[in-house]
């Protein structure tokens, strides 16, 4: 029994480890995004770019926590709400908005450079 769970526990790890590197690409992406939308000037351009940043924003939010990077996931949650709540308005973005997005985005950054995975 020790075996199994021993076994199970390092499969944790490995999974905790592979999401961790993901987050960097995840992060790329996410910034990429971003700067479509804070520098898209009709709302044809950032409507995409937009969409992509919550979906990616979304996926973090949902996944952090479950690999054990609860801080991932409370960041990623904020710039979600934030970009559900850019989609009910006009684009493009108001400088107020732009800087909002970009400290959710110097915050995310700062979570993924110091994840360390939380054991379950």
Do not use: W
Not at 35 to 58: C, N
Not at 62 to 85: D, I, M, N, R
Not at 90 to 100: A, I, T, V, W, Y
């Amino acid at each position: 029994m020790i075996e199994k769970v021993a076994a199970i526990e390092a499969k944790l790890a490995a999974l905790r480890e592979t999401f961790a590197v993901q987050l960097i690409e995840d992060l790329n992406a996410l910034k990429v995004a971003s700067r479509g939308v804070m520098d898209g000037t009709s709302d044809q351009e950032t409507r995409p770019a937009l969409a992509d940043l919550q979906k990616l924003s979304h996926k973090l939010s949902g996944s952090g926590t479950t690999f054990g990077f609860p801080g991932v996931s409370a960041s990623a949650y904020e710039l979600e709400k934030l970009c559900e709540s850019l989609s009910d308005t006009g684009l493009p973005l108001m400088s107020e908005q732009k800087d909002r997005m970009s400290d959710l985005i110097d915050q995310l950054a700062r979570e993924v450079a110091t994840a360390r995975p939380i054991a379950s």
